[in-house]
């Protein structure tokens, strides 16, 4: 069997099993709604309104769980100012597609502050096979030559929201968001002979908007964006001229499955990136660093309250 088919074969059980939980899970939300009224009926406590929160509380919580599928439309990297750009999607096997999850967390005080915490999982992790010579961080890998790629930038958010719109069941938020890159990017011969990693674990601060519209049928629609641009090394706090940007944008339309659950289809884009050179690097290279990504995501997903 060949390399590309092995991957091929990982790839679609790694994909077929998480939609497999994702309607395991599904189908139990599904026969949940259908239990619920007789769970009432003989333990004697009310399930009309709220799964999670008691009615009278001045806060109410509230879950997401998305699951979808992640196209990589254009991922282009540079380590080194002498390095090579290295096209993901062209050379290095991000032309599949990929599985996507995404969970959240929030809390809604006195129906106009929201506390949200997302934890979005971001590792690609592909293999190819080199068809010319490129350099990463000073080191050469030759053509002709397996290698294993990890471009992993999985994070999380805290976000606060203001609501704007009064009304119970709509919403208008502004707001900003605090959040933490776990980055790990590697490029290692298959014989584990030669390795380039950078890694990084750091804050950037982002501005939030979400917006919420439902119908008079139980159909609603809504939206949210993620985003944050800076330039030059005053803006960014950087000793040398740097540029960085982020956007995490999505549009959605959903449905009431029940007074407490709602399902919705979503698409998203996630793209962003860097470049600039660090001040004191630790290594490999010289620091200088020019990644860009663009991705577009399409999920199914769930609210519990």
Not at 86 to 113: C, W
Not at 226 to 235: E, H, N, R, T, V
Request: glycine share 10%.
């Amino acid at each position: 069997m060949s390399q590309r088919k092995k991957i091929s074969k990982t790839l679609y059980w790694i994909f077929t099993f998480r939609i497999n939980v994702f309607f395991l899970a599904l189908l139990f939300c599904l026969l949940l709604t259908q239990l619920t009224p007789y769970i009432s009926e003989c333990y004697g406590f009310e399930t009309d309104k709220s799964f999670i929160n008691k009615e009278d509380n001045w806060y109410k919580l509230q879950a997401s769980y998305e699951l979808g599928f992640l196209d990589i439309l254009s991922h282009k990297i540079q380590f080194g100012s002498n390095g090579s750009v290295f096209d993901y999607v062209k050379e290095g096997g991000q032309e599949v597609l990929f599985p996507f999850s995404r969970i959240t967390a929030e809390i809604n005080m006195s129906k106009r502050h929201n506390l949200i915490f997302l934890i979005q999982p971001f590792d690609i992790r592909t293999k190819a096979l080199l068809e010319r010579d490129i350099v990463v961080n000073g080191i050469a890998f030759k053509k002709n030559t397996p290698i294993d790629l990890r471009y992993g930038f999985t994070y999380y958010r805290l976000s606060y929201l203001y609501d704007f719109w009064k009304a119970d069941d709509r919403e208008l938020g502004i707001g900003l968001s605090f959040q933490l890159r776990n980055a790990t990017i590697d490029f290692a011969s298959s014989d584990g002979t030669t390795l380039s990693s950078n890694r990084n674990v750091g804050p950037v601060p982002i501005f939030k908007f979400r917006f919420r519209y439902p119908f008079s049928n139980g159909l609603w629609i809504g939206g949210e964006m993620d985003g944050f641009y800076a330039s030059g090394k005053y803006i960014t706090g950087s000793s040398n001229d740097f540029e960085g940007a982020i956007l995490d944008a999505s549009l959605r339309t959903g449905f009431e499955l029940t007074d407490y659950l709602d399902g919705f289809l979503n698409v998203r884009y996630i793209g962003g990136g860097a470049k600039g050179t660090e001040k004191n690097p630790s290594g490999p290279g010289d620091g200088f660093t020019d990644n860009w990504l663009k991705t577009m995501e399409i999920s199914v997903g769930f609210y519990l309250r």
